[in-house]
Nanobody
Framework: QVQLAESGGGLVQAGGSLRLSCASS????????MAWFRQAPGKEREFVGG????????NYADSVKGRFTISRDNAKNTLYLQMNSLKPEDTAVYYC?????????????????WGQGTQVTVSP
């Protein structure tokens, strides 16, 4: 069974930066698209950014374009999310997800591996 474990969340002031990491327990995810989603209190989980199996293709939600960067290190079985210029509206629990296929979709239904989430709080 594949396990994903996020880390790197915390409390940061608006304008600050955080880097999230997601470690996979199995190398199989080196062949799969992966993504970050987030869920704010009282809201549905939403797509943040995705990356294909070898990192050559990335896509982002409009709300984070230009501020967040997704990357992966397949040798370390790790996915990253560099978050810059953070805003209070970025406050949420952030989840990493592994896709069934080689590419990343914005649809939650495309993912069958999920981490437990890490809290990101951005103060004004």
């Amino acid at each position: 069974q594949v396990q994903l474990a996020e880390s790197g969340g915390g409390l940061v002031q608006a304008g600050g930066s955080l880097r999230l990491s997601c470690a996979s327990s199995r190398r199989i995810l080196s062949n799969n698209g992966m993504a970050w989603f987030r869920q704010a209190p009282g809201k549905e989980r939403e797509f943040v950014g995705g990356i294909n199996w070898n990192g050559s293709s990335k896509n982002y939600a409009d709300s984070v374009k230009g501020r967040f960067t997704i990357s992966r290190d397949n040798a370390k079985n790790t996915l990253y999310l560099q978050m810059n210029s953070l805003k209070p509206e970025d406050t949420a629990v952030y989840y990493c997800a592994g896709s069934r296929g080689a590419y990343a979709s914005a649809a939650m239904s495309a993912y069958n591996y999920w981490g437990q989430g890490t809290q990101v709080t951005v103060s004004p």
